[in-house]
């Protein structure tokens, strides 16, 4: 871990440094941080898997959520369960969390070794999240309350985002509520034989009848992209 009593490294006074302009603090122990950023394929093999970020990702992830929703909750105080649930996942959705992570310049920062399509394009994404971990367990959870909330003031206009929805999926949950259908989203993996790295395929259903279908690089996003073009068929149904 770092230290307080030792000198720190050219390397480490500069990462202190970019990391006072990204949080808008100073760290207290560089160890998190550098945990953070460090993807999996920078750790080999033989060494210890748990040294990259994908635990502190994990912690980052429940506490953005639980964050985000506080900052929901007081903000829109009339909204319901449903709408509140929307808002967050507009909010931490991997696509947005990639471009904040871009605009910080955090892949910049990062530890890694892969080229791989698939991985580079959620890794900043992924590493913001490790970062709010790292960021509790530096400085507990009112920094990253702090950290946060000046993320969404800076990147959203509150206003307006309950008219920017973009998560399809949600939209079409509510919709197969309020209509009182049958739903079912299937998404399984699939490896094409014109392709190395697999991929996800949903496949969605209404009232037992085949409607659209989305293909993406993860679960996530083959169920939003089908979720898309469900809404779609949908709306020219009922015109």
């Not at 993320?151 to 949950?173: A, C, E, G, M, W």
Request: hydrophobic share 35%; aromatic share 10%; glycine share 6%.
């Amino acid at each position: 871990m770092f230290s307080f009593f030792g000198k720190k490294s050219e390397s480490d006074k500069l990462l202190q440094k970019k990391l006072i302009q990204i949080l808008g603090f100073k760290p207290r122990d560089l160890f998190y941080y550098k945990q953070a950023l460090r993807h999996a394929s920078a750790v080999g093999k033989n060494n210890n898997r748990n040294s990259n970020n994908e635990r502190l990702e994990f912690v980052g992830d429940a506490i953005m959520n639980a964050i985000i929703s506080d900052i929901l909750f007081v903000y829109f105080p009339k909204a319901d369960e449903g709408k509140l649930s929307i808002l967050r996942s507009t909010i931490v959705n991997r696509k947005t969390l990639n471009k904040i992570a871009s605009d910080l310049d955090i892949p910049g920062l990062m530890e890694y070794r892969t080229s791989t399509q698939n991985v580079m394009k959620n890794m900043g994404g992924n590493s913001f999240e490790a970062i709010v971990g790292a960021i509790f367990y530096d400085r507990g959870y009112s920094y990253c309350g702090k950290f946060l909330k000046s993320i969404v003031d800076k990147h959203f206009d509150l206003s307006n985002l309950i008219t920017q929805n973009t998560d399809y999926k949600s939209r079409l949950l509510q919709h197969i509520q309020k209509c009182k259908l049958d739903l079912l989203i299937d998404t399984f993996e699939n490896v094409e034989l014109n392709e190395k790295n697999q991929h996800f395929i949903c496949e969605i259903c209404i009232n037992s009848q085949y409607v659209a279908s989305g293909k993406g690089w993860s679960k996530k996003e083959a169920e939003q992209i089908a979720s898309k073009n469900a809404l779609k068929k949908i709306k020219c149904n009922s015109k």
